[in-house]
């Protein structure tokens, strides 16, 4: 659901990873995905249109965001 309200409202960049416990003070990780569930839900997202997808692991927000943005930048001026 969440993914269709992103798109809902015209987001098409979208970095997904696992969230890591940065200490012992904050909320604890309750369940590890696999890559393979990271690739599904990559999949899934581009197939809805997200345009930038970068899914796994070990992304961030500022994964390669310079190239994703650049990426969407000239996919809008091609179109």
């Given at each position: 659901?969440v993914?269709?309200?992103?798109r ?10 696992q ?6 003070h904050?909320?604890?990780?309750t369940r590890?995905?696999t890559?393979?569930?990271?690739d599904e839900?990559?999949e ?9 997808v ?7 927000s ?5 190239l994703q943005?650049?990426g ?8």
């Amino acid at each position: 659901q969440v993914l269709q309200d992103l798109r809902d409202h015209g987001c098409d960049m979208l970095t997904l990873g696992q969230y890591l416990q940065p200490s012992r003070h904050h909320l604890p990780v309750t369940r590890f995905l696999t890559p393979e569930e990271f690739d599904e839900l990559g999949e899934r997202a581009r197939e809805m249109g997200f345009r930038q997808v970068a899914s796994g692991p070990m992304v961030r927000s500022s994964y390669h965001a310079d190239l994703q943005a650049q990426g969407v930048a000239g996919e809008t001026e091609a179109v």
